[in-house]
């Protein structure tokens, strides 16, 4: 129906795709015939997927451990294992252990990818040699950082001490401090649109959205998050800010109004930063073990995704292209999850019709 309407232009195909992308994805399942290779041996961080073609998943663990997989490798095969094509096995940088706690492709170029962590240091990577070329070097420990896709040698830094931290990939040093925060800084998120408008989370539960270019303190302090904002997104059009916090909320904010349009609880507490994802239309929540649907279209209560982590689930990333999505935990795997049922049922299908490859022929009675 929705088809023919839309043939008939009744219906834009902008809204035929965003109703697409909403149905595809509140019915997003664990695939069953894709998988990553194993690499991690210890808990699962973060997640970054390369944006110039979605193919290179990079992946951080609290182990020092570093991963790159190619998600096109084994392609036509029903059941197909995608290989870990760069690994870095518990990496020290000089120090005695370091834990990952945010990676990021280098927004044009996946050549060059970012990593902060535990050490108290920014490091900018060459992927072809899987070496660090530079680093920034700060005075305590890194919970978060994020690229400016608009001007991309430029990274935010959220760590222990109540500020943000500007640092310039050209010169390898902190340029700017962002002051207004009473607690340390465990969010930080460039806008996808609005150029300088960066958005930062801290332990003290406030949420502040500033003009990086302003001498001003900030742009607004929302009233985040009783314990402390984990956890945030702008959503594609930046005219939203999704929040998580450790009050086991997640709350959608309105950028240009600086009101809250909608919140939910029920989600598990988590102490440490997380990392969610979200499309126009629908929102991917890591809460335990478990991975949570919130459509952002509809108000229909948070759906917990059934088939996830056996340990607490720690980041999560949708492709928008192929609307799949990938998630990281403390049981150090990585799940796909996929939002094609019909395919998934295919393959099944397939796979239960193949003839058995044992064969008596030619074998005595």
Known sequence: MLDHRVECGIVSRVAFKASQR?????RIQLSRHQD???FHGSGVNCLSLDPID???????GADGGLCIHDLYSDIGKIKRTCKAICKLSNYSGGTASLAFSSVHWYPCDTGLFTSSGMDGTLRIWDTNALQQVDLVRLSDLIFCHHVEAAQPNLLAVGFKKPWVVLADMRTGSACQQLRGHEGSVLAVRWSPHAPNLLASGSRDGSVILWDVRSARTCMATLQGHKGG????????DGMQLLTMGRDGR?????????TLSRAHSGLACCKSPTQMSATQEVALLPSGHCLLVMNLVRKQPLQALSGAHFGQANCVLICSETLEAFSGANDRTILWWTSC?????????YQDGMPDSWSDEGEPF
């Open 22 to 26: 909403e149905r595809r994805l509140q």
């Open 36 to 38: 990553l290779e194993p």
């Open 54 to 60: 979605g193919r290179y998943l990079l992946s951080g």
């Open 229 to 236: 904002t984990t956890a945030m997104t702008f959503l594609p």
């Open 250 to 258: 997640v709350k959608l904010w309105d950028v240009a109004k600086r």
């Open 341 to 349: 049922g019909d395919r998934e049922r295919a393959l099944d299908a």
